[in-house]
Structures are given as structure tokens and as C-alpha cells.
């Protein structure tokens, strides 16, 4: 897919973060291009952790940031950041250092974000998972940090998108069901945009109680191979 082009795979390259911030030698990849709106960026390690850009009338905000110099460096040729939005509370990843280094407020999990385009949905508030996923009606963009994945984890390589594990028995149908996005941003993998991106969404709603049998015969197998490769890494 061409640079430029929506969702388009920007390019690859041997990680450039902080020490610590992934292991030595990872790749990254910027991914998921949406023009002036932003991009993401991936690190492939078992987790496929995304991180994402989101620009609108030049102002940038980074959410769920993994640091990177060379993703990093193409986020603030956006704009100008604002504010660096943590949508689950156990992603902690290098959110509040990044934004400590630009002086930027640091969005824990918020019910608002507040001079934004983005509504704030409250999709899980339990004791140990508090998590709020982003829409952007006007670019129809949906960012949802952990309750939906397109990673193998989500779903074991049979779906294009899947409901987290331990939410497959109650997925969060009420919170988003109602979406249609043309651009489908998660925590774990790719993004999916277009018209698949809706597909995406409802499907792994829908077949998140059907497909939950599947995801656990998979499970033994895909965490034997994450760890196999974190200790060849």
C-alpha cells in the first residue's frame, strides 16, 4: 500500500527508544498512516504493542505512547502536542515520562479530554481494569487500548479483530456497539480501516461468546511461542 494512502504501512526499522523502553534490536514499524490525522506505530514483540498519533487543527495528541525518537519525531511534525491520553490504567508503558519531557498534562484513563474532538467512552471501571476508549465522530476514528485487538492474542489468527479474553463473556457491546468507524485504532496489532474497520468491530462483538472456545485452544500455544521468541530475542 502506497505512502500516504490511508492505513497505509509507513515503514520499518530497528527500534530507537530510550534504554528499556523495548529490547535491543526490535523492530518498529509506523503503520496505520491517516494523512494529517495522524499514524501509529507498532513494536513487534510478542505484545505488538501500537501506540498512536492523533492530529486535529494542529494540535497532536499521543496516546498510549511506547517511546520512540524516530515515531515520536514525526508525531510532533504534526503539531503541536497537547497531551499524552493513558486509556487503561495498566498501560503504563512511557506515558508519563514522554509527557513530563514535553510539559504535557498526563491523561489517566479520562472521562473527558477536555479542547478535543474526542468523546471519552467509559468501557470497563472495574477494581483492577479501568479502561476508556477515544471516538472521533468526525474522522470516525475509534481508539480502544485493550478491550478490542487485532493481535493473535485477540484472535488466534481466525478473526480480523477479537474481544480481549477475559472480557469475551461480556463484551462491551452497550459501549460501542452503536460505532461505525472508518478506522479501527487498538492497543495490541494493526489497525483495520475502511469498511472492514465496522465489520471488524461488530464481528468481534458478536462473536465474542462463540469464538471464546477457539481463543482458549489457542491460548497454551500462542503464550509457548511468546515466550520462545522473548528468549531468542
Request: hydrophobic content about 45%; aromatic content about 6%.
Amino acid at each position: 500500500m502506497p505512502l500516504g494512502e490511508v492505513g497505509a504501512e509507513v515503514g520499518a526499522y530497528g527500534g530507537q527508544g530510550t534504554p528499556g523502553a523495548y529490547a535491543e534490536g526490535v523492530r518498529v514499524e509506523l503503520c496505520d498512516d491517516r494523512g494529517a490525522a495522524g499514524f501509529s506505530w507498532i513494536v513487534y514483540e510478542p505484545a505488538t504493542r501500537a501506540s498512536h498519533a492523533l492530529a486535529d487543527g494542529g494540535n497532536v495528541w499521543l496516546v498510549d505512547p511506547v517511546r520512540d525518537d524516530v515515531a515520536l519525531e514525526r508525531a510532533l511534525a504534526l503539531g503541536r502536542p497537547v497531551a499524552v491520553v493513558q486509556l487503561l490504567d495498566r498501560h503504563n508503558r512511557d506515558c508519563a515520562a514522554i509527557a513530563e519531557e514535553l510539559g504535557i498534562p498526563h491523561l489517566v484513563v479520562p472521562d473527558v479530554v477536555r479542547d478535543s474532538p474526542f468523546a471519552a467512552i467509559a468501557l470497563t471501571r472495574r477494581r483492577r481494569w479501568h479502561e476508556t476508549a477515544l471516538w472521533w465522530p468526525e474522522a470516525r476514528t475509534l481508539v480502544v487500548a485493550e478491550a478490542i485487538g487485532t493481535n493473535r492474542f485477540f484472535t488466534a489468527g481466525r478473526e480480523v479483530a477479537g474481544v480481549h479474553l477475559l472480557l469475551r463473556l461480556a463484551p462491551p457491546r452497550g459501549a460501542l456497539g452503536g460505532l461505525e468507524p472508518e478506522h479501527l485504532l487498538v492497543g495490541h496489532g494493526r489497525g483495520v480501516h475502511g469498511p472492514a474497520a465496522a465489520a471488524a468491530l461488530q464481528d468481534a462483538l458478536n462473536g465474542s461468546r462463540s469464538g471464546l472456545p477457539r481463543l482458549l485452544a489457542h491460548v497454551p500455544g500462542l503464550a509457548a511461542d511468546a515466550i520462545r521468541r522473548r528468549r531468542s530475542g
